[in-house]
């Protein structure tokens, strides 16, 4: 099976060009990116093909591509892949307003392409395990959740996160949507009110976007959710940022870290002090060859668009709550 990967100005592009190369029986064939510096950049990098334009990359009629662009123009990249045919795993949030993301799914429908939205998080191990102790009921009825997702700053490459024009927003759209997928999945149903507090509390006068923010949700079924997501960490920290959750139960209160499984390395030559080194199963494996065997096997994705719709739904509630100060309700027909 032959995959590209669309634009790389997403960092889990970098990440993804591993998993493609040991996912089973595909040809990952390069990637597209209209910056030149960057395309050169990552084809050294990796020692991989690079196109320029995305037409060129498309010119090889992938069974599939994965869209790692800036948040803004990921509309533009889809329509393109399923105008040629290729089925899309797009990075979230899949666009940066709701009208460019039902334009998504329509253009989509009308080429009978199948759409992936990448929330990874969903094959962690650690996650897997909540999943099947809820349906199993052994936390009875729930009652409440508190998440939290921080990283440090995008920089470099990667600059456009801060940019709004470019992002959407700042660390509230990049970091919310993760934790609302998994609240989602785990729960079962869909967020009914919104009410967030946001603000750059961080880097003020250095970027113009949110750094950090606290939301608070409340589900369909009553549950009360809390979503701390910032982008916190220092560049000294040991690692990008970490995802953690918390559930309160009935009969019991379970705590998960999703990236746990590391070992603390000292080295003169890492790039952090100290530095922590996964040796857990990687959840971006998991994802890509789930979008893979929807390909091969011709159906549709676990997580799908209307996944990457609804957090994208919540992400920019949040930003009008923070606007007008009150809640904001989401209708769902």
């Known amino acids: 099976m032959r995959i590209g990967i669309m634009s790389f100005a997403h960092i889990h592009a970098e990440s993804y060009v591993q998993n493609l190369r040991q996912a089973p029986d595909v040809d990952l064939i390069g990637f597209s990116d209209t910056d030149a510096e960057r395309g050169q950049h990552f084809a050294e990098v990796f020692n991989l093909r690079w196109f320029p334009t995305h037409q060129a990359l498309l010119a090889e009629r ?57 929330f990874p998080t969903r094959f962690a191990p650690s996650l897997l395990s909540v ?6 009921n052994e936390l009875g009825r729930l009652y409440a959740a508190n998440g939290i997702n921080h990283s440090e700053i995008p920089r ?39 009410y967030a507090e946001v603000d750059n509390l961080f880097y003020p006068g250095e970027v113009d976007v ?92 676990l997580i799908t668009w209307r996944d990457g719709y609804e957090a994208l739904r919540v992400a920019l509630a949040c930003y009008d709550s923070a606007h007008s100060g009150q809640p904001v309700r989401l209708e769902h027909g």
């Open 210 to 301: 949110d750094t950090a923010g606290i939301v608070l949700l409340t589900f369909e079924n009553g549950v009360f959710a809390s979503i701390d997501c910032s982008w916190s960490r220092p560049t000294s920290y040991p690692r990008w940022g970490h995802f953690k959750m918390d559930l309160l139960g009935e009969n019991g209160f379970v705590t998960v870290d999703a990236l746990a499984q590391h070992l603390t390395l000292y080295s003169k030559r890492a790039t952090r002090h100290p530095q922590w080194i996964n040796w857990g199963p990687d959840s971006n494996q998991g994802m890509i060859n789930e979008f893979v065997a929807s390909i091969r096997e011709q159906r549709e994705p």
């Open 62 to 118: 992938p069974e599939g591509v994965v869209i790692c662009s800036e948040n803004s123009r990921r509309r533009e990249l889809v329509e393109m892949a399923a105008a040629a045919g290729s089925h899309i795993l797009c990075e979230k949030p899949i666009e940066v307003t709701l009208r460019d993301a039902q334009a998504m799914r329509d253009i989509c429908a009308a080429n009978h392409v199948r759409f992936m939205t990448a």
């Open 156 to 194: 470099e490459h990667r600059a456009w996160f801060a940019q709004k024009a470019l992002a959407g927003g700042g660390a509230v759209m990049d970091h919310t949507v993760h934790l609302v997928d998994i609240l989602r999945w785990l729960l079962g149903c869909e967020v009914s009110e919104v």
């Open 131 to 136: 999943k099947a102790m809820l349906a199993r």
